[in-house]
Each structure stands twice: as C-alpha cells, then as structure tokens.
C-alpha cells in the first residue's frame, strides 16, 4: 500500500525566517497532497493541495511544489511568525485505492 | 457555523468498560470517518463511512466499532477498551474523497484507558 514518510519530525525556526517541510510517496497513482495544519487543542484543517498536473501553487505565505518523477512533496513557509507554529500533517490520496493517508507530522516551532 | 462536533473532548475510564464516542456534522456530507493520532504516527484511519449504512474498516479497525444510521452522525464505539486505545481521537467528514473533497475535523476527543 501507499507509504508517506514525512520530515523533518520536529522544526524550530526564528520569526522571519522560512520554513520547509518535505513527504514523499511510493505510489505513483497518487494524484492529490493536500498539506493541514493543527493548532493545539483544535483539529487539523487544510491550508494548501495540490494536483498532480500541477508543479506549484502559492497562497499568500504558503507554498507547496511537487516533484512526481522523484514522488515528493514540499510545504513552504515564508516569513514565519509565532502563529504558524503548529503541527503540520502532509497527505497523499491515492486513486488505485480511493484512500488519504497522512504522513507523521511535523511540529514547528517559531521563536519570536 | 459548518462544524464537526465530537463529544466528550476529554475521556478517562477503566479496562473493559464500554463507550461510545460521539460525531455529528452539519454539512450534508456523505463521508465520514475516524481517526487515531498518536506521537510518531500521525494520523490513522480507524474506521470509514461512504453514506448512511454503508462503513468499512480502515487502517487499524481492531478493538473499535461504528454505525451510521443517519447522515449527521456517526459514533465510535469501544465495546471493551484497553489501555493501548489510549489515544486522541478525531472525526471527519467530506463531500466526497479524493480531489476537491477536503476533510473537515473535529476538535477531537482524549480518550484515557488505565
């Protein structure tokens, strides 16, 4: 079945700087990675997806690229601030078997 | 307000007593689905609705039970629950899955087993 490693498993990063988090995947008829970010005590909620006919999309501070050849997926944060701090959860849907599995999680920290 | 609204948020019980973990939603959605999230491990499908009496097991089903006998609702049930449950809990709905179906979670549900 389909496998989601996610790194790095904790991030701690200084206000303003950029902050990268990367998955990847071994199934290579995954066509959707959407990215959720959850607040403490709240549950995840998506902030970002992409398709898999599609290299890049950006959202304000958020971006996310897609390399299918190589099967990964990176979400990137710009000028980081102390209310991205969360955990952070990748997720690859797979169309062979009509199923979202999440990567492990990232929990990022950002000083101010 | 859209919602997904799990009840209780927190749980502590004993070894064997049975409970029953509450889900509803207000979005007419056809998809729900539980899930378990432990350090590590991220998030894991336990159990998973298509429509209303139609549920399937998902990636780790064992020691759990579910019904879907109205649209809204969908309970998770722990028939005897045993402190490897111990867990946090949360549910999930969707229009539908895959693209352009994002998952709408509740705040999620601690459940303590001792």
């Known amino acids: 079945g389909e496998n989601v490693e996610q790194h790095p498993s904790t991030l701690s990063v200084q206000e303003g700087d950029s902050a990268v988090i990367k998955c990847t995947y071994s199934d290579s008829a995954s066509n959707y990675f959407p990215w959720y970010k959850q607040e403490l005590g709240k549950g995840p909620q998506l902030i970002i997806d992409?398709?898999?006919?599609?290299g890049e999309k950006k959202d304000q501070r958020i971006a996310v690229t897609l390399n299918k050849t190589a099967k990964h997926f990176s979400l990137h944060i710009t000028e980081t601030q102390p209310e991205d701090s969360a955990v952070y959860f990748c997720a690859v849907y797979s169309s062979n078997t009509g199923k979202l599995i999440f990567g492990q999680g990232t929990t990022l920290q950002v000083k101010p | 307000e859209a919602q997904v609204t799990q009840n209780p948020r927190y749980l502590i019980t004993v070894t064997g007593k049975k409970l029953t973990v509450t889900c509803s939603q207000n979005?007419?959605?056809?998809?729900m689905s539980w899930y378990r999230q432990d350090p590590g491990l991220g998030l894991r499908q336990i159990y998973y609705?298509?429509?209303?009496?139609?549920?399937d097991k998902g990636d780790v089903p064992e020691g759990y039970k579910v019904s879907r006998k109205e649209k809204r609702n969908f309970p998770l049930i722990l028939e005897s629950p045993s402190p490897n449950q111990t867990s946090l809990y949360f549910c999930?709905?969707?229009?539908?899955?895959?693209?352009?179906?994002?998952?709408?979670f509740g705040n999620g549900t601690r459940l303590t087993v001792t």
């Open positions: 609705s298509m429509n209303v009496e139609v549920t």
């Open positions: 992409i398709r898999s006919n599609v």
């Open positions: 979005m007419n959605h056809e998809y």
């Open positions: 999930a709905s969707s229009l539908g899955t895959g693209v352009d179906s994002p998952l709408h």
